[in-house]
């Protein structure tokens, strides 16, 4: 059982910075993490996984996020440069265990979730 809390959510003007954390409760170093973010009337959608130090994002935000992982302080990260109005969202970080044969990607069901941490982003 993996527990995650998100922080770092906040308000900010469009072109700005924020950075998101999410403290895991024990090792992850052997799971997809991601995150992940929902709008209102919107789907969720994928903005970024890591695992074993390969990453992938979403098109929306590539060049401008960057996520990362500490693995000894069982924390995820994800940088959000020059953001946009459409960036705003509540941001949710995820888990699953990793499975040699299968890709930490979007795709993954992941099975552990955070509460979520929200973004807004004013023009």
């Known amino acids: 059982q993996v527990q995650l809390v998100e922080s770092g959510g906040g308000s900010v003007q469009a072109g700005g910075s924020l950075t998101l954390s999410c403290a895991a409760s024990g090792y992850t170093y052997n799971y997809c993490m991601g995150w992940f973010r929902q709008a209102p009337g919107k789907s969720r959608e994928g903005v970024a996984t890591?695992?074993?130090?390969?990453?992938s994002y979403a098109d929306s935000v590539k060049g401008r996020f960057t996520v990362s992982k500490d693995n000894a302080k069982y924390t995820l990260y994800l940088q959000m440069n020059s953001l946009k109005p459409e960036d705003a969202a509540m941001y949710y970080c995820a888990a699953v265990r990793l499975v040699a044969s299968i890709p930490c990607n979007f795709r993954r069901n992941f099975n552990y979730w955070g509460q979520g941490t929200q973004v807004t982003v004013s023009a």
């Open positions: 890591i695992s074993s130090g390969r990453t």
